[in-house]
């Protein structure tokens, strides 16, 4: 069994940190030599050796059998998380990067993450992800129906947390006359407005049956009572995992063989494991999950950076997956900055 993090000596922990350090930095196994010339530690290769050694049987390094340098183990990227790491706060560029790529107009969640997600991955070349919150309980503050085909109808939803969702209809065109659009928008409001989407959802037929109009608004006030399940419930319901590029994280080293290609490929395709591992962050704050410690076995070979966001009584996440290799003290500073960001977007 191995010992406690709390038994490793200073010089332990010394050659502990620059062996991550120079992994994380090269992707290549770390060599006694090289962290003895590197990292001015006062210590011989040999002593470093020595020290490698002692940390490879307490469980902290392991080495390839083709290399005689070490790795480091997923409790050893726990421990510099929790102990060494010196957090780095994103620089002038990086904030300045998402300063321009998401603060702009306001804009519907769905559009928001997606942003966040895609420049996250590319300023951390990890995979970006976020999810959206659960919106059932959320009151509607207004309903606005916006005519963008002769048959078609956007719906945006303005909620009282200060998210906008939007959908589209589809609607007889006989029905798609200005006025009654105007019409019906305002009655939808009088009658919606102030309820949560649930309440809505389950009562949509009962507060329309006698509202008042002419045939256009009544054809069209039927769509809503018939189809209220499907319009109020995609309106309500969470969002799908918001990815960035896979490419960026398919070009480090760790993919370079065709299996973990295909198992990244996997894991991008199969949303509803990544939404499993998110949700049980929402309430978290900021969470990193390394390798091993991931509930599930797909995920044992990946970190999860995630930082949770509030926007009224909704929570959300927001973060990158990458390979356990990475540049934690980075990488931790954009995810909680970003999420503050998607905060202050959605409010």
């Known amino acids: ?75 050893a990227y726990r421990l510099y998380v929790d102990r060494l790491m010196r957090l780095a706060p ?45 919106f059932d309980r959320v009151v509607l503050d207004r309903l606005d129906l916006v005519q963008v085909a002769s048959d078609r109808l956007l719906l945006v939803f303005n909620l009282r947390s200060g998210a906008v969702r939007t959908i589209f209809v589809q609607v007889p065109g006989s029905t798609m006359a200005h006025a009654v659009i105007e019409r019906v928008t305002a009655i939808l409001n009088e009658r919606l407005g102030g309820h949560t989407l649930q309440e809505i959802r389950t009562t949509l037929g009962e507060r329309l049956r006698d509202a008042h109009g002419g045939a256009g608004e009544a054809e069209l006030l039927n769509i809503f009572i018939a189809e209220g399940e499907g319009i109020f419930g995609r309106a309500g319901e969470e969002l799908p995992v918001v990815l960035g590029s896979a490419q960026l994280l398919a070009e480090q080293p760790e993919f370079a063989s065709n299996a973990r290609i295909r198992g990244l490929l996997e894991l991008t395709e199969r949303r509803d494991l990544l939404r499993e591992a998110l949700d049980r962050r929402r309430r978290e704050g900021l969470s990193i999950t390394i390798g ?45 900055h970003t999420s503050r960001l998607v905060e202050g977007l959605l409010a």
Request: net charge negative; glycine share 8%; hydrophobic share 40%.
């Open 90 to 134: 994103p620089s002038d560029r990086d904030r300045q990067t998402l300063q321009v790529e998401l603060v702009g107009q306001r804009s519907a969640v769905e559009e928001v993450l997606r942003r966040a997600a895609q420049v996250l991955g590319v300023l951390t070349q990890e995979l970006g992800v976020a999810v959206a919150p659960a």
């Open 292 to 336: 091993g410690e991931n509930l599930d076995p797909r995920l044992t070979d990946f970190t999860l950076v995630t930082s949770s966001y509030k926007v009224g009584d909704l929570t959300g996440v927001i973060g990158v997956m990458g390979p356990t290799r990475m540049p934690y003290d980075k990488i931790i500073g954009l995810v909680d």
């Open 1 to 75: 069994m191995a010992l406690s993090d709390q038994e490793l000596n200073p010089r332990e922990l010394r050659v502990l940190e620059a062996v991550i350090q120079c992994y994380v930095e090269t992707a290549e196994p770390a060599g006694s030599q090289t962290i003895a010339r590197r990292f001015g530690l006062g210590v011989s290769p040999a002593t470093v050796r020595n020290t490698m050694a002692e940390l490879e049987a307490k469980g902290f390094l392991f080495h390839p059998h083709t290399s005689a340098g070490r790795i480091p183990t997923d409790r």
